[in-house]
């Protein structure tokens, strides 16, 4: 925080000559009539200005109580940060409380909203920390720590005073509206493939706004600068109207999706304005693109959707269900179902899988029924624990491969070769909750392990070494292979998953951080298959 101070430096103690000249004048002395009426332009007295709204409180309170009742109305004691602003406010109450005080460090005035203290328009002379005892008592100064209008004849410039009662201003700084897409809607989905479709985006009046005020010729949505025009009648498509039965009207507008610049990958709309007095406004709603696929990402070569079998829809490497294992509702169309005891999907051995020493990334969707302990999400891995040779185990046998899993709330991804041992990367605790879909993959290239959680990088390893993470395991979704079903491996520990595996791909090689998050973004939209137009 940026803070302009007249004196910079605080002390416990401070002696100020005092000048006789300063002459402090009470309210009524100021000419102001406390009955005279200002432009209102809300029911509760506010007015509006600059995006500003303000209303002034004719309650004689410290500062202190001002600044505490500003606050409890969802407001702040008033701030100034433009001559413009000073002036308007003067208009307004021409003596009272401003919201900015030095009392922490003398000389160091701030606002209560702690923005900067750029703009100033002090009389001359002032602040002076002194306020005289012929106006104040004792026998010297008495500190003055708060800020007010100097009043007549010096006409919207200020003074620092000492705390008493007197009126003041709160201000809200206007922005956030609420604002509904499709209203009556949810998830909101759009078919993002017709340029003409309309979208109907309403501005809601609120205990707090009232959206008839605002000025239809300002507000844009996403780049759209106009609503749709009604082909009969060649007016703009907008209208007051209750959408949400709360008994006030509200602002709906439509806007043709080829006028926006949503995309595909769109996720929130944006709509802004200014009301009738100028304030600018801005609200947003979640909003879901349907209907056009994400183009699948280079270098694409194993890629399992679960969508009713476990087939490889780019290569040969078609996979088995084991043991019961079935399909559910997935993030895109169907997906894995495993139950946490015996289920798992198995892709059998293909050198093509193997990665050896190069660049691949793993990206899947996953839904936990049950987030607690170690759930693999897809490995090719031999795991040697615990009898693995160099680490304590008779006639101990080396693990292989690689293996991305979760235990508890962390992602990890194990790796295993007879040249190194045993490396590994993991991420910081995640907020991992059940029955939601999660974006999780990770990338390697060279040493470099970088693993992503909902199209955001959340942990990046370099290791000691470029490792070798080749194998002669089956890859496994939801389960750490076995003696039963992983020759080599002497884990009995199974770390079965419990919940739903969708869209399983593998990459030989590394993915950008932009296309995680561009196939994270593309949600159940999906990747392009065969026949697909994207």
Known sequence: MRRNSIIAVCVTSLVLACSDSKELLEPGELGFDASATYEITADDGSVYFGGHRYRVIQSSLSWHEAVAHCASIGAHLVTVNSS????????????????ASDEECEGDWVWVTEEPFSYTNWA?????????PQHCGGDGCTPEHYLTFWGEPYDEQWNDVPDGGHWFLCEWDFGPID????????????????????????????????????????????????????????EPRRHEEDVDSDGDLD??????????????????????????????IAGSDAI???????????????????????????GDNDGTLVNGATFGAGMVAAAFNLDGVDDYVDVPHAENLNFGMNEFSVDLWVKYVTVQGEQILVEKYVECHPNCAGEGGENGTHG???????IDDVLHIALRHEDFGWRGVFTQSLAIQPDRWYHAAFTRSGATFTVYWNGEPVQTDVLDLVPDVSSNSSVKFGHR????????????RGFYMNGFIDEVELYNRALSAEEVMAVYEAGSNGKCKRGMIP
């Open 400 to 406: 292989a491969g690689w293996s991305f899993t979760k």
């Open 288 to 314: 879901r693109m349907i209907g056009k696929c994400l183009p699948p990402p280079a270098g694409l070569v194993g890629w399992w959707p679960g969508d009713g079998d476990a087939d490889d829809v780019v």
């Open 251 to 280: 602002l709906v507008f439509h806007f043709r999706l080829g006028d926006t610049d949503l995309g595909c990958a769109s996720t929130e709309g944006t709509l802004t304005g200014e009301t009738f007095n100028g304030a600018s």
């Open 84 to 99: 413009d602003e000073n002036a308007f406010i003067w208009q307004l109450l021409p003596w009272g409380w401003l919201g």
């Open 179 to 234: 604002v509904d897409i499709k209203p009556g809607s949810d998830p909101n989905s759009v078919n993002c493939t017709n340029d003409n479709g309309v979208i109907t985006v309403a501005i809601l009046t609120t205990e707090d706004f009232d959206a008839t005020t605002v000025d239809h010729a300002t507000v844009g949505f996403e780049g759209a600068s106009e609503t749709h025009v009604n082909q009969k009648t060649g």
């Open 124 to 132: 001359i002379g002032e602040p002076n920390n002194c306020c005289p």
């Open 481 to 492: 292979g076995d003696p039963d079903d992983t020759p080599g491996s002497n884990d009995l």
